[in-house]
């Protein structure tokens, strides 16, 4: 929730001691008509943000859904943004501990690209604001919203999602479910593929929960997380192997399992994590398991990257994974148990890195299966 420094709050200070002050005007009837026309201008324009945009409600029914993708909406990122955007990032290494990171210059490189449009420096502006890091300047909600609104302004998806959430956690005053259902299916349409995966997860359901916390709507959902996953998002491959394996074929449990392997190459925590109970066994007695067969050597290296992956917070891709973990019947190659050393084999072949900062290490990832 905004602080008592917020904008907002201010805003709606100003309007209640306009309203106590006009009690004597209006009991002499004097200047009623400049006070009205005020309040019906400054709540004209707080209406008029963003981040109250009037959406058409949310429909867990509706019959279609046209595929969109995010990067044909997305505004074109100036250079300099972008070479300020990447100094970012680096200092904000997941290998740096929290307390060790330049935050004070990390938000001023990440504000200074938001200024010049750069639209993933806005969102991770905005989310760096809303953390509890040590050394962030700035701690104030409105601020966030501000630069989710300006990324609102240039058409970006993500951030119609982004908004979303900021309802249904309050963050947005009078923000509640039915406001960021209606923001999540306005960023779905546009081409978030986190908005996609999200509804779609919500909508693949076997029929309708009475509470409303899931909807019967399989062939909409289906459509959507096949149009995330088509962006590489890795998550949306994870809903989409449960919507698979429902068939309990042979085929269908292989596809599913497939598309797990998928979404691990494209960085998911939570498609390494769900693939790895399946080499272990999982349902193997009561024959949902999707392997057929346990292999533990194959659970323990899904495990250890699943862990990899979600210390690293989606940043990191392992695009050849295939060379240090095939999906059966291929052999297994070798490992030393190191999972530096399978994040290496898998991950996209870069030049050798700069000299690495005092930070987080991986070690305690090796022993933590």
Not at 243 to 257: E, G, P, V
């Amino acid at each position: 929730m905004p602080d008592n420094n917020g904008l907002h709050a201010t805003l709606m200070a100003l309007v209640v001691r306009i309203l106590i002050a006009s009690l004597a005007v209006l009991a002499t009837g004097l200047q009623a008509r400049p006070f009205t026309a005020f309040a019906s201008k400054l709540s004209t324009s707080i209406s008029d943000l963003p981040r109250f945009e009037k959406l058409p409600l949310f429909n867990p029914h509706r019959k279609t859904f046209t595929c969109a993708y995010q990067a044909q909406h997305l505004p074109t990122i100036d250079p300099q943004a972008e070479v300020w955007f990447q100094q970012a990032l680096a200092l904000d290494d997941p290998n740096i501990y929290p307390d060790k990171r330049d935050y004070p210059k990390i938000y001023q490189l990440y504000s200074q690209a938001a200024e010049r449009n750069h639209w993933k420096a806005m969102l991770n502006l905005a989310s760096l604001i809303l953390s509890d890091h040590p050394g962030v300047p700035e701690h104030n909600p409105e601020m966030a919203i501000g630069w989710v609104e300006k990324a609102m302004k240039q058409g970006v998806p993500d951030a119609y999602d982004m908004m979303g959430i900021y309802h249904q956690n309050g963050i947005v005053k009078g923000g509640d479910a039915t406001s960021a259902y209606a923001f999540f299916q306005r960023a779905a349409d546009m081409g978030s593929p986190s908005a996609m995966t999200f509804l779609g997860t919500k909508m693949d359901g076997a029929y309708d929960d009475p509470d409303g916390e899931f909807w019967g709507n399989l062939s909409v959902a289906t459509r959507m997380l096949d149009c995330a996953f088509a962006q590489d998002y890795g998550d949306a491959a994870d809903e989409l192997s449960l919507i698979y394996s429902r068939a309990k074929t042979a085929d269908a449990k292989l596809k599913a399992l497939k598309i797990l392997h998928e979404g691990v190459k494209l960085g998911s925590a939570k498609c390494a994590n769900s693939i790895a109970p399946e080499f272990d066994g999982l349902g193997l007695t009561n024959g949902t398991n999707l392997v057929g067969h346990i292999d533990k050597a194959r659970a323990e290296r899904y495990g250890k990257l699943g862990d990899a992956l979600e210390f690293y917070g989606g940043r990191l891709k392992l695009p050849n994974l295939d060379k240090v973990l095939p999906l059966p019947p291929a052999p297994l190659p070798e490992w030393d148990g190191n999972v530096m050393t399978l994040i290496d084999g898998a991950k996209a072949v870069t030049p050798p890195p700069a000299k690495p900062q005092q930070g987080a290490a991986l070690d305690g990832l090796n022993s933590a299966r």
